[in-house]
DNA sequence: TTTACTTTCGTGTGCGGACACGGACGTTAA
DNA sequence: TTAACGTCCGTGTCCGCACACGAAAGTAAA
């Protein structure tokens, strides 16, 4: 039952030391006009005592303004992108009293154009942070560039780009997921059962997210050597072509009469538990990405036997409280933060749903 | 780009209203000595306006402490409640600054008179708040009614008891954790399979959450329909022998030689790991429950294959964030919390367990 | 020795709000 | 009329810190 904390103040510290508390403080904060007599003074006191500086009153005190930029695509309603938003909403609520003011910026992620265009605007108001989804390589890395040369620090969320040097990463690690994908789906196959992989065609520069899963899902196969166990096909969908869609899909289920599992990389398992609904087509289970409404009522349903998840309000939220925590509080952060990977069914969507 | 909170402060509040800054205070914190006029003019001003007071700089000026208190079991490194622990640690560090002060008592889970004793000591404290974890239910039942008779607020973590008026309860929800539990463990499964039920002697009153657990599992059973496909036996192992333990596992084995899964409900697993790997009982699919670090090694090397697992560290945390909420910003909160039910595999552990 | 800088230091004010104290004003009873 | 008391209100101080400004001390040039 030891007491914590014995409350030290900067005006404690300056009586310790010998010296005016404008002294201390200019030590504290690096403001020089120190003689090396007084910077050791204190400092000696500083490694003695264990001083942690009030954070309410140094904000309360402190006249910086933080002005934070997010970059990240325009959403509907309940998708990804809006649960990512919503996170940025939470921090901006929890750290406005550190005098830090978010402002959301949106552009369209499948034109380039439009992130070239808002980031260009993003860069002329020389914020004090931004965070970014790099949904663009090429477009990313110079915005990243031009905010290097002026010291503005940035995170990424969603995905990174190893080459430039960002202050956090908050994402999945989407080998990994794609890797359990594959553990969920195919573990309990029978010999000579077919596996049908669905991928979707996209226009414009996208992450490679769903490649790594594909990838890792691949991994799987091999180190448990079920390439000659399994029958694996694979059919391309369109962007937006619904009716295209649902006729390949009726194709390859015809061609294919012992298809147990479809698998699909991406978030839109909803559009393929809708054909395969109405086509008639409900033995075989369904995998697929990310916590959609959509998603989630046929996962409820049991059309959908497994979701795999992130927390994208999570992602925002912390990448922006690790911000605050560099910039302001001057804390230890880690670069680079994996996402726990969920693995959501029927049974435990519910519970995911209500933890915010 | 709207900007948010045009920054009111009292004195805004007292220039509008017309009154002195003293009066806007009384009116805020219902310090009556208002007239009823200038009650109303301030009032008045608080409706149109929507002022935020600065959290920081309340709490700074507040000369009010809070003492709160943890009432939950002694344990080891790194078990459940050891996480418990940990997250009412970084509670502590986090709220220190609003003048909250975290006490931690330990009782014996295994000693009622243990529970009493600190229970009573706890109360003598007149603390401002305190956190129950509440295994033994009638003595904690009296602790309940005495803090209520004192005003004094409490919440559960880990299991709840209904018939009280706690603040909030974090924990998970057993009987659905069970019920994935069987989904995970049975689905897979082809006729006349043999499931073996493992369940531990306890002394002493203690909480139902693996009671629970236990009939999730048999409602999955029942749902489906499975009771005539399977075979289920259980056995009761001692809460200390390993000895004897293993012994009883060596003999179910030969006396049911298809057994393909193994549950237990609680976080023991790892001692049934042991048993059947030293007994070359591998084949065998085992299941448990939370995050134990013999859990996870054995999870790692393969031996279990699922481990159930809630965030102990949440728990904590968020019970003691809630009654901040409550107390200090006066905030909504809801009461029963129901904590994600995570699905933990050898390829998504680690990833888990980079989260804080 | 005086003047002109430069380096170092101490103090005062304010951030937004809590709280105490004492003062102004009104009411009642002597 | 005045003493005694209650109601209502304004102001000042402090919380722990940041930051600016001006003073003091030291140094170099004239």
């Given at each position: 039952m030891k007491e914590i904390n014995p409350k030290i103040r900067i005006k404690d510290i300056a009586i310790l030391a010998g010296v005016s508390e404008g002294t201390v403080d200019r030590v504290l904060h690096e403001r020089?006009?120190?003689?090396a007599k007084s910077l050791e003074a204190v400092n000696k006191v500083l490694d003695e005592i264990d001083y942690t500086p009030n954070l309410l009153a140094r904000s309360l005190a402190s006249k910086k303004q933080y002005r934070f930029v997010c970059l990240f695509p325009a959403h509907q309603n309940a998708d990804y992108w809006h649960s990512v938003d919503n996170g940025f909403t939470q921090a901006a609520r929890e750290f406005t009293h550190y005098n830090v003011h978010i402002e959301k910026r949106y552009f369209n992620q499948y034109d380039v154009f439009s992130f070239v265009e808002v980031s260009n605007a993003v860069f002329e108001q020389k914020p004090d942070a931004v965070f970014i989804a790099p949904i663009f390589r090429n477009e990313t890395l110079e915005l990243c560039e031009k905010l290097t040369r002026e010291d503005i620090p940035f995170s990424f969320i969603d995905s990174l780009i190893e080459e430039v040097n960002f202050l956090t990463y908050y994402g999945q690690n989407s080998f990994q997921s794609g890797y359990i994908a594959a553990k969920l789906s195919l573990s309990s196959l029978s010999d000579h059962a077919q596996v049908l992989i669905v991928r979707t065609q996209r226009k414009g520069a996208v992450s490679n997210q769903t490649l790594n899963r594909y990838n890792g899902f691949m991994q799987f196969i091999n180190d448990n050597h079920l390439a000659g166990h399994l029958e694996l096909s694979s059919v391309e969908i369109k962007d937006n072509d619904e009716l295209a869609n649902k006729e390949s899909i009726r194709n390859i289920f015809e061609s294919n009469n012992n298809i147990k599992t479809v698998i699909t990389f991406?978030?839109?398992?909803h559009q393929l538990a809708k054909h395969l609904e109405e086509l008639n087509l409900t033995d075989a289970k369904l995998i697929g990405y990310d916590l959609l409404e959509q998603n989630v009522a046929y996962l409820k349903k049991g059309a959908i036997s497994f979701l795999i998840a992130q927390r994208p309000e999570n992602q925002s939220y912390f990448t922006v409280r690790d911000m605050c925590r560099e910039l302001i509080f001057k804390e230890k952060i880690t670069k680079v933060n994996y996402v726990p990977i969920d693995i959501l069914i029927k049974e435990n969507i519910e519970y995911y749903l209500e933890m915010k």
């Open positions: 020089g006009d120190v003689s991406n978030s839109r398992v």
